[in-house]
């Protein structure tokens, strides 16, 4: 049967930048150097995480590209970032990018956001924007944490449906995000929500994302031989399988392949699967009864409905083992295919605070 641990609802972060309006303002308001220059005006990255409602404020040094005689970036030659004539500012990656655009970044705090194509990896793809003025006047007061998250779902996720031809996974690889106005930018009358399209883990790091989304099967596996974390008892992001860990894949199925017509119940997944993921398991174990000699039992996903319609047809075989009170899953350690060594009690549980938005160092 199935398994049955704990995965934490995916967090879905919001990162917010100061609007190009309300630093060029300021900035005008400067005399004019005598030569070409770099002013660095604190614009400020907000993540917000909707699994633990907590408000990060990083610091980024955004670079302002300022031409001979202090006018706009664009009447002249600048001196960027990298000391390169031309080069763009960070934040002007995202008040610059269209629908379709794809945008990346290294540093934890997003201080190098820039637009790549979207062949390579990128942490970000535009799908679009929303515009919050009809809801929003000039004297609203800035939303809290708790009203960006319900601004960015009610506005960001339609935007995105559209950009995917309303064909969206919410239970897939992929989860909405969205650069808001900053508190400054929004006092100044910004009111516009840039959106897009993330790949997170369970902590919410970022894990990059190669093609476009809207081109890519949106099922929400991983490799063959990927281990995945534990935090507590719940799943975590994927580790090296010589740490301890959830789960670990033993098989990827195409369940189109067995269900060509419309979407197949729970139970006629689970009949097919039970099976597939058995032979799958002891392919990759190397024997019929290796995993369960070493304390591990197969398990597998099933796809919702509302997966299914949007187009997912890709689910995981696993092997993991239950604590021995059966509240949870157990921490194990090595590769089925190796020596396993299986925990008694829950792993220790992360109480750092989670970190949306910034760059996982992990392959997915």
């Not at 935007?159 to 989860?175: A, E, I, M, T, Y």
């Not at 081109?215 to 399988?241: F, H, K």
């Not at 139970?267 to 039970?274: E, I, P, R, S, V």
Request: net charge negative; charged share 20%.
């Amino acid at each position: 049967m199935p398994g049955n641990e704990s995965v934490p609802n995916r967090p879905e972060g919001i990162a917010q930048i100061g609007t190009r309006r309300g630093i060029m303002c300021s900035m005008a308001a400067r005399k004019s150097p005598p030569s070409p220059r770099r002013n660095k005006p604190s614009t400020r990255v907000v993540m917000i995480s909707a699994a633990i409602g907590a408000l990060l404020i990083l610091v980024v040094s955004a670079v302002l590209n300022w031409p001979i005689g202090g006018g706009p970036r664009g009447s002249g030659p600048g001196v960027g970032g990298s000391g390169q004539i031309g080069s763009a500012p960070a934040p002007e990656a995202v008040f610059d990018a269209k629908a379709g655009d794809c945008l990346n970044w290294n540093d934890p705090d997003a201080g190098d956001i820039r637009n790549v194509t979207c062949a390579e990896p990128h942490l970000f793809q535009v799908t679009g924007s929303s515009d919050l003025r009809g809801k929003f006047g000039d004297n609203a007061p800035f939303p809290n944490t708790e009203q960006w998250q319900q601004i960015k779902q009610q506005h960001c996720t339609d935007v995105s449906k559209g950009f995917l031809s309303n064909q969206f996974d919410p239970h897939g690889r992929f989860s909405v995000g969205a650069f808001t106005p900053s508190e400054d930018g929004w006092a100044d009358g910004d009111r516009t929500l840039h959106c897009g399209i993330q790949q997170p883990g369970p902590s919410g790091k970022l894990y990059p994302i190669t093609g476009s989304a809207a081109e890519m099967d949106q099922s929400n596996v991983y490799p063959v031989g990927r281990c995945l974390g534990i935090n507590g008892t719940a799943v975590w992001d994927p580790v090296d399988c010589a740490r301890p860990h959830s789960v670990e894949i033993t098989g990827q199925v195409d369940l189109g392949e067995q269900f060509p017509g419309g979407y197949p119940p729970e139970q006629d997944q689970d009949g097919f699967l039970a099976t597939r993921c058995a032979d799958l398991t002891d392919q990759f174990a190397g024997g019929p009864t290796v995993a369960k000699d070493k304390g591990l039992v197969p398990y597998w996903d099933t796809l919702a409905p509302e997966s299914w319609d949007a187009g997912s047809r890709q689910v995981n075989c696993k092997v993991s083992a239950q604590l021995p009170d059966g509240s949870g899953l157990a921490p194990v350690t090595g590769s089925v295919k190796g020596e396993v060594q299986v925990g008694k009690e829950p792993a220790p549980k992360d109480t750092a605070p989670n970190e949306p938005g910034v760059p996982a160092t992990e392959p997915r």
